[in-house]
């Protein structure tokens, strides 16, 4: 076994095996409730039983369950709204435009649409950092000895 090159007495050794492992539980933590929250958000959209309009520019057809499913199916609404109101957005049109309220509608469906692409990224982003916390509490505790160890 290779000598350390920093000689930590047993109270910092402590320390520092305390940090690795609230890394390893912290990193479990992050990559369990970003799991959890892109399942939960996958499941709620999947509840709705939302297809992508076959017209879409990809993923036609599919199933609205995951980030780019649901930006295919924004992308469409946007692109048909854009359609019935001549390429003028809800606040460009007159009060008094009948497709008003439809292009309002889509700019309400595309919002949602967005929150949960945004909710897998949040999920995907916590999953990431939680890997990396792991890691980290993981190789500290590899290079921290155990109270009993012998150097």
Do not use: C
Not at 46 to 58: G, L, N, Q
Request: net charge negative.
């Amino acid at each position: 076994m290779a000598t350390p090159s920093v000689i930590l007495s047993s109270r910092k050794a402590g320390v520092v095996r305390l940090i690795g492992i609230l890394g390893l539980v912290g990193g479990l933590a992050f990559l369990l409730v970003g799991g959890l929250g892109w399942t939960t958000v996958s499941s709620q959209l999947s509840d709705e039983d939302i297809t992508v309009a076959e017209d879409a520019s990809f993923l036609g057809g599919a199933p609205v369950v995951g980030p780019f499913s649901a930006y295919a199916q924004a992308d469409i609404i946007n692109h048909h709204a854009m359609e019935a109101s001549g390429g003028k957005t809800y606040a460009q049109l007159e009060q008094d435009d009948p497709t008003r309220p439809t292009v309002m509608t889509a700019s309400l469906l595309r919002a949602s649409l967005f929150t949960s692409i945004l909710a897998f990224g949040v999920s995907a982003f916590a999953m990431g950092v939680g890997v990396l916390v792991a890691l980290f509490g993981w190789a500290i505790l590899t290079l921290v000895p155990g109270k009993n160890a012998t150097v």
